[in-house]
């Protein structure tokens, strides 16, 4: 269920129609409640998308619905609004899913190169100093090696359980999401490189960025 909120922000009144964009391959069922709200000159009011999740949509799997409201008729001010609704997918599964972390830790109380893999990621994460983040303005947040110790500590914790390699993990990705000292305030190139003369000059690029190791190219 997604409560939404429609606000008159004209000097009029104002009636609204609201209504959902359709592509044609939907399957998830959807009603959207009322389909008219009358707004009066800076009114809010209130509606409600409801949304279907049926067993056929695998989990992790979505679909996204877009739900529009148009004032008095008149598509020249219409407005949308982009939802996705998701299936739940259990954590974990990015690595392994929880059967297949155990099926891991059987191997390392089974096998000898399992047991020396997993003292390999121990020692890397042990000897592991999480970084501060390079701060505003500069051209990366870390040096690309950093993910190495990251993924580290990350199975260390996963496979022995131990906190202090959590709170390792933790430590480190709060400090590259921080909006002021983080990636997000880094000039970070696009997916490592200049996606056009005019992205490279803004100080700041506007697009989806990623995790880079400092250098960078300019795409032609």
């Not at 008149?74 to 059967?99: C, G, M, Q, W």
């Not at 390699?165 to 430590?171: M, P, R």
Request: charged share 25%.
């Amino acid at each position: 269920m997604y409560d939404l909120t429609v606000s008159n922000e004209s000097d009029e009144t104002q009636a609204v129609a609201l209504g959902l964009e359709r592509y044609g391959y939907e399957s998830m069922e959807m009603q959207l409640e009322p389909k008219l709200l009358m707004l009066g000159p800076g009114q809010a009011g209130k509606a409600k998308l409801q949304v279907e999740v049926h067993e056929g949509v695998a989990p992790g799997g979505y679909e996204k619905h877009i739900v529009t409201a148009i004032p008095n008729g008149d598509s020249n001010f219409a407005k949308s609004l982009t939802l996705y609704t998701v299936r739940r997918l259990s954590h974990p599964y990015i690595i392994h899913t929880e059967a297949g972390w155990q099926q891991v830790k059987r191997n390392v109380m089974n096998y000898d190169w399992a047991k020396r893999g997993l003292d390999a990621y121990v020692q890397t994460a042990e000897e592991w100093e999480v970084p501060e983040a390079q701060g505003a303005g500069k051209p990366f947040a870390f040096e690309l090696s950093q993910r190495f110790r990251l993924h580290a500590a990350g199975v260390a914790w996963k496979l022995t359980g131990r906190e202090d390699f959590l709170e390792k993990a933790v430590c480190f990705l709060r400090r590259f999401a921080d909006p002021e000292t983080g990636f997000p305030a880094t000039d970070a190139p696009v997916l490592h490189i200049y996606a056009s003369e005019e992205e490279l000059a803004l100080p700041t690029p506007k697009a989806v960025k990623v995790s880079t190791g400092g250098s960078s190219t300019k795409a032609k």
